[in-house]
């Protein structure tokens, strides 16, 4: 317990230590990399509500990733044009501003877990990770096939969308609101997991029929979990797209699935300070790996063998044992 | 005599050919222990399911504290007041022994979707659960890794995690399975005192412990319930004799 | 000409289906008997188009190709069974789908390595191109013609085998109770990884047939590998039958939705907007499908209840 929180707050400061000094240094690139790694830690933390606190192994994460990015794209791409979203019936405006994108992107990626997962949610097990990977591919097939939105060559956004009193287009400065809403998420996630929803969605992970004899409902525990899972994966997508200024498909595609759960295990399974040391331990390796070999995919396949075979429980799991503390 | 809180009526349940339960008539009453013994493959573990919920009977009724369950689930019966023990220890094995009791605790009070409070600091739930703990003897090991407990000490728990439901009667499948002498003689304790608190329908093999608690016997066999009775009945039983009694000496 | 053209197209679509239906068939066989649900077979449907593409433009032999196909799928189907895949069988589905999407990295990065990005190309041979006159007067193409039947004769042989041959009544046994083979004195590993190769060998021979009418490229597998989940959800897990009548549906939804959902929106709408509505619809319709299916039969068309 002692040396988990040692490691939260060492990688807390380390991500906010790098790019302050970056900064000084005048290193924007290393700004640009460190924001991507707490984005990144955002769509983690999302993936492991449901996979990590409820154990619902989602394979259509990208989903709900790619629908907060669209959500950016779409309003800001209505906005910049000066063209609106919908006139009938009702006007609707894009819009530059990012707390309402964040809250359209949040309730988007709730709405699409919602049906998502209560369509999935009727089965479990290996059905459940097909279906839900089916639905993410949906998705992505929806984008490249729907002109409007620039089908498979995706939407740009000229000027990064704005953020009350701060110029966003500063890299630090876009770093610090990414950081903050990473700080929230992490405050809310770490106290959901102690709250009387986070003791029984555990329980309904490690045994739902004790769930049932209790009286509660595993179904209903589950597709709340999800639903929460994918608000803040899509709160994540719009960060992502604004920092990239930029959304194509590709935020939907299965590998971007498959990218996020990388994420949540190499950091640690159900630890909410996971996915965080997963992300920044990603980036790491795309950097440095990425920089020795471009075949460096390889590399990340062969670690990611040797987590799941020989580490299982991630970074978290080497330096702070094994077992997930639960008080 | 007063009502019954359990009251199964000519319940009936085939797997293709094979009659799983075959017309059976049971009760349980305030204040008794009504034990329910069998052979293996009785058909025990099947009419278990159908009055705990999770099976639906062919034909027949499940009463429970005056109202017609046999449509509802699991879920639905455990708020009733209908408290279930698992044959296999249905227990959250990362949680501590006081976590799995505030999930009766919770499950039972409800207010289950609330995201910001700590659960460990409602003072209400944690007395509800400790008090159970102490009931059952678990009081000094609240702190304990359900993983860590001895097999007895699990069989303790999964009697708390029903007390905390506030029941009007418990189900219990074989409590007594895998335990040494010393800790049935210690749960048949347990057992007797709880008695008073609700009713309980005891599935059990232990046959000493059954002919300690029981006020009732009902002996299942092939899906049909073959007698019933006190102790003393079945242990007269010439047709149990040979049917069960014989077949276990 | 619009009938005739419907035709056409719905026999597409049976060739997608059987196609469809050789890498679902070794996807669900291998959960059925193994548990294990295992991402990188579409890895081993792009083995199979690669080593054939290779060996084709080496030997230009369309035969010999496929042949290749078989071959490497299956000796790759066996060594990662042996290193990697055996490993899993005991473990939960999340280190089965994390172990085997690092696979599907190191088969992507390791043929880009090994063939460079750019796509290859398999020809079909030259006494399979043109098209044949089926009754009707349909002109249909010879090749995707010859993929239809040499898929369902695949298909039957399959199902032969499973219900009538030893090999087929050891795989029953061992999707109905893995300890009881184990008992009967079966060598588990030995047919667990003689299983293995089987779906291996379907996915990459499948790899090489499709290779031969789309471009042979880094990626190809993993579209196909869901769409194969998708047929495995319609059609129940585990159940061959299943994954033969969900690969048609799946096929022929496919094909005739992108065909005639631009035709039924150009009813009431003008033509670009119709085409891009309708395509985009259709880019959909096996997953609305599926959701249909998952709405009334969660455990799939066949699967058990």
């Known amino acids: ?327 | 005599m007063t009502d019954p809180v359990l009251d199964v009526r000519g319940i009936s349940k085939s797997f293709g050919g094979l009659k799983a339960s075959d017309a059976i008539d049971l009760d349980l009453r305030p204040g008794e222990i009504h034990a329910l013994i069998g052979p293996n493959g009785a058909g025990k573990s099947t009419l278990i399911a159908q009055i705990a919920g999770g099976l639906a009977p062919d034909s027949g009724a499940v009463h429970f504290a005056g109202r017609d369950v046999t449509a509802l689930s699991t879920a639905a019966r455990a708020r009733l007041g209908l408290a279930r023990t698992f044959q296999i220890s249905m227990l959250a094995m990362e949680y501590t022994v006081l976590q799995n009791a505030m999930l009766g605790a919770l499950g039972h009070r409800g207010g289950v979707f609330r995201f910001v409070r700590s659960v460990m600091r409602d003072h209400d739930l944690v007395a509800r659960a400790e008090a159970a703990l102490e009931q059952v003897g678990l009081q000094d090991f609240r702190a304990f890794r359900t993983a860590e407990l001895s097999h007895g000490q699990r069989r303790q728990l999964e009697v708390a995690v029903a007390l905390t439901l506030d029941p009007k009667a418990f189900v219990m499948d074989e409590p007594m399975a895998g335990l040494g002498a010393e800790g049935s003689q210690q749960l048949v304790g347990v057992l007797d005192r709880l008695r008073q608190q609700a009713p309980i329908l005891l599935v059990e093999h232990d046959m000493d412990a059954v002919f300690a608690l029981a006020d009732r016997i009902s002996v299942l066999v092939y899906g049909r319930i073959i007698a019933s009775g006190t102790v003393e009945d079945i242990r007269n039983d010439p047709e149990v004799r040979r049917a069960y009694l014989g077949e276990e000496a | 000409m619009s009938s005739l053209l419907l035709i056409e197209q719905a026999l597409n679509g049976l060739q997608f289906g059987v196609m469809l239906f050789l890498i679902a068939a070794g996807l669900t066989l291998i959960f059925g008997v193994m548990g294990l649900i295992n991402l990188a077979h579409g890895s081993l449907y792009m083995v199979g188009a690669f080593a054939a593409a290779g060996v084709s433009a080496l030997t230009g032999s369309f035969l010999l190709a496929l042949v290749a196909s078989l071959a490497a799928a299956a000796m790759a189907g066996v060594v990662i069974e042996m290193t990697v895949i055996r490993r899993l069988y005991d473990r939960d589905h999340l280190d089965q789908v994390l172990a085997t999407f690092a696979l599907i990295l190191i088969f992507s990065e390791g043929t880009r390595y090994l063939f460079g990005s750019f796509p290859l190309f398999l020809d079909k041979p030259e006494w399979l191109s043109g098209t044949v006159t089926l009754p009707l007067g349909i002109e249909y193409s010879l090749y995707r013609l010859t993929l239809i039947g040499v898929g369902l004769a695949l298909a039957a042989g399959l199902f032969w085998m499973i219900a009538r041959t030893r090999v087929g009544i050891r795989i029953r046994a061992g999707e109905n109770d893995r300890e009881m083979i184990g008992a009967l004195g079966v060598n588990i590993s030995r047919l667990y990884t003689l299983v293995f190769a089987l779906g291996a060998a379907l996915a990459g021979f499948a790899g090489a047939l499709v290779g031969a009418i789309q471009s042979v490229q880094i990626g190809m597998g993993e579209p196909v590998l869901i769409l194969a989940f998708v047929v495995i959800v319609i059609g129940g897990i585990g159940s061959i039958k299943g994954a033969f009548i969900g690969a048609i549906l799946v096929g022929l939804t496919d094909t005739l939705g992108r065909f005639l959902l631009p035709q039924l929106f150009a009813l009431f709408m003008n033509p670009s907007e119709a085409t891009s509505v309708g395509s985009s619809l259709a880019s959909m319709s096996i997953y609305l499908l599926m959701a249909g299916v998952l709405l009334f039969r969660p455990k799939g068309l066949f699967g058990e209840a």
């Open chain 1, 1 to 327: 317990m002692k040396r988990e929180t040692l490691l939260n707050a060492a990688i807390l400061l380390l991500l906010l230590a790098l790019p302050l000094w970056a900064s000084v240094a005048d290193e924007p690139f290393l700004i640009t990399l460190t924001t991507r790694a707490v984005i990144l830690a955002i769509a983690g933390i999302g993936l492991n509500f449901a996979l990590g606190f409820g154990g619902l192994v989602s394979l259509g994460h990208a989903a709900f990733f790619g629908l907060g990015g669209y959500a950016m794209g779409i309003l800001a791409f209505h906005a910049q044009n000066y063209t609106p979203m919908m006139e009938w019936p009702l006007l609707i405006e894009g819009t530059k501003s990012m707390p309402v994108i964040w809250l359209v992107a949040i309730v988007t990626g709730a709405l699409a877990a919602l049906v998502i997962g209560a369509l999935s949610l009727r089965t479990a097990g290996v059905y459940f990770i097909m279906i839900t990977l089916a639905f993410g591919q949906m998705f992505y097939y929806f984008a490249i096939s729907w002109p409007a939105y620039g089908g498979e060559d995706g939407l740009s956004i000229y000027v990064r969308n704005s953020f009350p009193g701060l110029n966003t287009m500063d890299p630090i400065q876009f770093f610090a609101v990414c950081y903050a809403v990473l700080l929230i998420v992490l405050f809310g996630t770490w106290r959901a997991a102690r709250s009387p929803f986070g003791l029984m969605l555990g329980a309904a992970r490690q045994n739902p029929d004790r769930v049932q004899a209790v009286g509660q409902v595993p179904y209903r525990l589950y597709l709340t979990a999800f639903t929460i899972s994918g608000a803040i994966t899509g709160l994540a997508g719009a960060l992502f797209a604004d920092l990239n200024r930029f959304v194509s498909p590709s935020m939907l595609s299965w590998q971007t699935s498959g990218e996020i759960m990388v994420f949540v295990i190499l950091g640690g399974v159900g630890r909410v300070f996971g996915p965080v040391a997963g992300a920044a331990l990603f980036i790491l390796l795309e950097h440095t790996l990425g920089g020795l070999s471009e075949f460096w995919h390889i590399y990340l396949g062969a670690i990611l063998l040797g987590v799941v075979l020989f580490a299982k429980g991630g970074l978290y799991g080497l330096i702070a044992g094994r077992e997930v503390a639960h008080d």
